[in-house]
């Protein structure tokens, strides 16, 4: 591939269409819903081979490209019974699930989480397992790795003594579009022209382009039998953190930075500075930072024995950089690293109402005629959040997101995926999207941490005079005692907050620019 034709190119590892050797086989993908998986699943189907999803919450997968093409069971890793159904006709089973940040016994839920899976591999005759893991220091004792990379590495040796021939990837930071690694570095460069930092940013890293991840990983569902083994997955760059963000800068056109380490910063506050400054949480950015004590390079490159790499590749971390700010300015990020749920959220879907008996459940309902088409107004619901903001009492909106960002939540720096689109799994901000109906209904459901559930769902609506409507309700279930106080707590500013935005919602529908008619799709019936 030439640099013109890498320039224009796909963080993906590109169109095979079916021509690899063993096309058509039946694979089994765990993590869809997550960055990775996520684009592994359009690359298999690519290459020809039909793919099932296990996902425990498979409506999330609803709204991708590519899901009319796949087949969605609802299941749980760590669930014997689900993953055995799962595995039925497999050949080829994807392990990309890990319990990072779930609390203290997340070691615990990988280690039982990787046998359920392999014991049920090995009994239902699947062909090849394929982890991705993460790439751990040379000469480092087990006990001195991080409990990030402890587990993971744990979780290879549970595969591969499955039985079934296993394929364990190992990767260190991952640069793509949406990566936690990649976003993380982002917005340190970004905002911060002078940096007091960690020691950390000494220690020399093997970046990778996510684009090889995938190709590493589409290509060993077509490995010999014989070959059960880890490999190094690796760019052809070996870089010191502060190497990296002096070269995101000059790839992003931005000012020479000013890098100041500090050794007393260990990763434990080095992972809330990180969580302060950019949209990855403390919980997320912990094991990356502690990752980072140790030397992490590849001690061996014998998976292009079997993955041969085609022209252009492995890609240097400059050109990775280049075409994953490239997708970030095109607004075609397929993935983030916030498409996984948030470790500690909420996952309860909107209970039944009114007909609900699970006990209080708060309504805050308004409700305004628009002077605007429908259409109009959808795209003001749909572009909701992100730098357009929440339309209402913006100061309240930032306080709120610093409180999250302090008891460990994620904020409101997580963002949008698409500056104009949402699909259902989305995250926006600190909420979810749980439900889309186009032109007509947007449901959030909140992972900011409060003691209790809440959702925002918002409405395009037509009266009976024929007029635009919007209809808006916010709801809450408290638990216990302290879901009851914050509820009455944060009652009186509910006008100020959920009123502003109703109002200030149809004033920027009534203003926009109305668009001629046929230059998008009308809403579904």
Known sequence: ????????????????????????LRCLVTGATGYIGGRLVPELLDAGHRVRCLARSPQRLRDHPWAAEVEVVRGDVTDAGSVAGAMA???VAYYLVHALGTGDDFEATDRRAARTFAERAAAAGVRRIVYLGGLTPAGVPEGELSPHLRSRAEVGRILLASGVPTTVLRAAVVIGSGSASFEMLRYLTERLPV????????????????????????????????????????????????DMMVRYARVAELPRRLILPVPMLTPGLSSHWVGLVTPVPAAIARPLTESLRHEVVCGENDIVRYVPPPPGSPLGFDEALRLALQRVREAKVSTRWSSASVPGAPSDPLPTDPDWAGGSLYTDDRALTVDAPPDALWRVVEGIGGDNGWYSFPLAWAVRGRLDRLVGGVGLRRGRRDAARLRVGDSLDFWRVEEIVPGRLLRLRAEMRLPGL?????YVETDDTGRTRYRQRAL???????????WWSVWP??????GGM?????RAAAHAPREPDGAHDAPAP
């Open 89 to 91: 006709d497999v050949d």
């Open 476 to 486: 809450f279930h408290p638990h216990g005692l302290a879901g009851q106080a914050y």
């Open 493 to 498: 500013f509910h006008a100020v907050v959920f």
């Open 1 to 24: 591939m030439s640099q013109a034709d890498m320039s224009q190119a796909d963080e993906g590892p590109g169109r095979t269409g079916g021509e690899a050797g063993g096309a058509g």
């Open 195 to 242: 940096m007091v930092t960690p020691s950390w940013v000494h220690t020399r890293v093997q970046p990778v382009a996510v684009r090889d991840v995938l190709r590493a990983l589409v290509g060993s569902a077509t490995m010999p039998p014989e070959v059960s083994r880890t490999f190094d997955v690796g760019g052809p760059d070996i870089l010191s953190y502060r």
């Open 454 to 458: 809440a959702w925002l769902e918002m």
């Open 502 to 506: 109703a109002r200030n919602i149809t």
